[in-house]
Nanobody
C-alpha cells in the first residue's frame, strides 16, 4: 500500500496551494477520501471529506474553518485525491495528511494514510 502526499510548501497569507495524494495497492474508488491536518502543538483536525461516487455520489464536506476556501476532489481513474487551498491564513499552517476511510480526527481510525506534507503560511 502506498499513500504519498505532495504539494505542500511555504506561501504568504492570501496565497494558494494544491495538495495531491497518490495512492496504490488498494481499490481507491471504494474509500472515502479525507484530509486531516495537525498544527504544531495541537491534535489532529479533520479538514475535508469526499465520499465515493458509488455510494456517496461524491458528496463533499468541509470543516467550518476552511469552508469556502478549500476544495476537495478525487480522480478515481488516477487513484488520486486533491485539495485546492485558496486564501490561505496563518492558522492553516499544519502537516496535512491524506487519509482513506471513514472520517475522523484520529489518523489511526482510517484504513490508510500517508506521511503528510507540510503547509506553512507566513509573511
Amino acid at each position: 500500500v502506498r499513500v504519498v502526499e505532495s504539494g505542500g510548501g511555504v506561501v504568504q497569507p492570501g496565497g494558494s496551494l494544491r495538495l495531491s495524494c497518490e495512492t496504490s495497492g488498494f481499490t481507491f474508488k471504494n474509500y472515502d477520501g479525507n484530509w486531516v491536518r495537525q498544527a504544531p502543538g495541537k491534535g489532529p483536525e479533520w479538514v475535508s471529506t469526499i465520499n465515493t461516487f458509488a455510494t456517496g455520489r461524491g458528496t463533499t464536506y468541509y470543516a467550518d474553518s476552511v469552508k469556502g476556501r478549500f476544495i476537495i476532489s478525487r480522480d478515481d481513474a488516477k487513484n488520486t485525491l486533491n485539495l485546492q487551498m485558496n486564501n490561505l491564513k496563518p492558522e492553516d499552517t499544519a502537516l496535512y495528511y491524506c487519509a482513506l476511510g471513514i472520517g475522523s480526527n484520529r489518523l489511526e481510525d482510517y484504513d490508510y494514510y500517508g506521511q503528510g506534507t507540510q503547509v506553512t503560511v507566513s509573511s
